[in-house]
């Protein structure tokens, strides 16, 4: 057996300002500041003699590749990104970068803001657009009703309570 595994399917390319800014932002950081501090750390190291048992050198080698594996991805990714930065002329109809609160059927509410796959995690209640909930709800309008299958075969239905845009900064 070997070890190959199929391609990820491609994640959606569009991104919210402030995520857009955030990718920025760690890119610079990474390679005007902390790129350097651990080249000067491996080549003091490596000053110390036999790298073979250095660790480190070694430490600071495995950390300089992700590192670059890192850059070369934002580099990437932000090249290749669109930034959404405009707010839809229907503002009761999900798009892409809307709060939305959704009332399920043990009248429980939740609230998410649909974002780019690269901004999950950034904050609370973020999801991305390529998520099945996103997906089901995504052209709903406000007090539309829609079923979301679960993993386990389990239909789970959602009522959209609310949706509300945030203002965007200029790009």
Avoid: C
């Avoid at 070997?2 to 390319?13: A, F, H, T, Y």
């Amino acid at each position: 057996m070997g070890r190959w595994r199929p391609p990820q399917p491609r994640s959606s390319k569009y991104i919210t300002a402030d995520g857009y800014h955030r990718l920025n932002n760690e890119l610079k950081h990474l390679w005007k500041i902390k790129r350097p501090e651990v080249t000067q750390a491996v080549k003091e190291a490596a000053a110390q003699g036999d790298r073979s048992e250095n660790a480190e050198y070694i430490y600071g080698k495995k950390q300089l590749r992700e590192i670059d594996r890192r850059v070369r991805y934002l580099s990437k990714r932000l090249e290749n990104i669109k930034v959404v930065n405009q707010i839809p002329a229907d503002q009761n109809t999900v798009f892409f970068g809307a709060w939305i609160t959704l009332l399920d059927e043990e009248d429980n509410e939740k609230r998410y803001r649909i974002v780019g796959p690269d901004e999950i995690g950034d904050a609370e209640g973020y999801i991305s657009m390529d998520s099945p909930l996103a997906k089901a709800a995504l052209k709903k309008r406000l007090g539309d009703e829609f079923e979301l299958e679960k993993p386990d075969g389990s239909v789970v239905w959602y009522e959209i309570t609310q949706v509300e845009y945030e203002r965007y900064q200029q790009f």
